[in-house]
């Protein structure tokens, strides 16, 4: 009897008896899918929780939270299939040798994968760290699976394959809590250098976020064609750097102004000579 003769006959002789026999395994492998399911997100938030308790960085609660509620579903799904009756040990073979086979189509999938596990361990930034890759930067907002999220700073998303992040240098401009915010100003020739460096001096000893250790250096930079260059280099915590840097760009300009401070631009001399006919 060959194969579609055994199922006429299984299905017009013996359908309802071998269905109520299939029954009870199948309504409890779907509780078991159920019930283990809502467990496993289940243990996702607790383990969220116990992260969030640890001061473990939010950027990667989401890649541990997954990965551990696909172990769990995982090993739920084959003990769904063991109360189907299904033999694990021939399904376990058949899934190894699929894996092997998807293994080579995904393999972009995997390095990244393995490149978002190798950011968690050596953790070259955190969340709210502001980054640089190439010609993008933003505040990273989560590092997942296959990718890490960066916001712009003005509100833009970019998604980023986590083995770009892995195989080109970043730039972190946050990892250290104070940075060296550098200015240069120009004065022209007929100014007084020393007014001028006092000048830049009094303004960042008067503003709060300039820090005093290490002390601002201000001192001549160059010798410019139109203008000497004076460096003005001070340091405040990375949170200040932008809110500084726009401060003193004002105060600098209004304090120069208020001194008699000439702030040069590039001009050309153009001299006619006339000739007669």
């Given at each position: 009897m060959n194969l579609l003769e055994q199922l006429k006959t299984w299905t017009s002789e013996n359908f309802w008896d071998k269905l109520l026999g299939f029954l009870p395994?199948?309504?409890?492998?779907?509780?078991?899918?159920?019930?283990?399911?809502?467990?496993?997100?289940?243990?996702?938030?607790?383990?969220?929780?116990?992260?969030?308790?640890?001061?473990?960085?939010?950027?990667?609660?989401?890649?541990?939270?997954?990965?551990?509620?696909?172990?769990?579903?995982?090993?739920?799904?084959?003990?769904?299939?063991?109360?189907?009756?299904?033999?694990l040990s021939s399904f376990i073979t058949a899934l190894g040798a699929a894996g092997v086979t998807a293994g080579i189509g995904l393999?972009?999938?995997?390095?990244?994968?393995?490149?978002?596990?190798?950011?968690?361990i050596s953790k070259p930034f955190k969340s709210g760290d502001f980054i640089e890759l190439e010609s993008v930067s933003g505040k990273v907002s989560e590092i997942g699976f296959m990718n890490t999220t960066l916001n712009t700073i003005d509100n833009k998303r970019i998604i980023i394959p986590n083995s770009h992040l892995t195989t080109n240098n970043i730039i972190n401009y946050t990892a250290e809590n104070k940075r060296r915010l550098d200015l240069t100003y120009s004065i022209s020739y007929g100014d007084d250098i020393s007014l001028a460096k006092r000048v830049l001096n009094e303004i960042v000893t008067d503003n709060a976020m300039v820090l005093n250790d290490p002390a601002p250096v201000i001192g001549v930079k160059a010798?410019?064609?139109?203008?000497?260059?004076?460096?003005?280099?001070?340091?405040?915590?990375?949170?200040?750097?932008w809110t500084l840097f726009y401060e003193l760009q004002e105060t600098v300009k209004l304090k120069f102004d208020e001194n008699g401070i000439t702030i040069p631009y590039e001009q050309l001399d153009v001299h006619v000579v006339s000739r007669d006919a």
């Open positions: 395994n199948l309504l409890g492998a779907i509780i078991t899918l159920a019930v283990g399911f809502w467990l496993a997100k289940l243990a996702g938030n607790l383990l969220v929780k116990g992260l969030t308790a640890k001061n473990v960085d939010p950027a990667v609660h989401p890649f541990i939270r997954n990965v551990v509620e696909l172990v769990i579903k995982f090993g739920i799904v084959l003990s769904a299939l063991s109360t189907l009756g299904i033999n393999k972009d999938s995997i390095s990244q994968f393995a490149s978002g596990l190798q950011i968690l010798h410019d064609a139109h203008a000497i260059e004076i460096a003005c280099l001070v340091w405040c915590r990375s949170d200040d750097y």
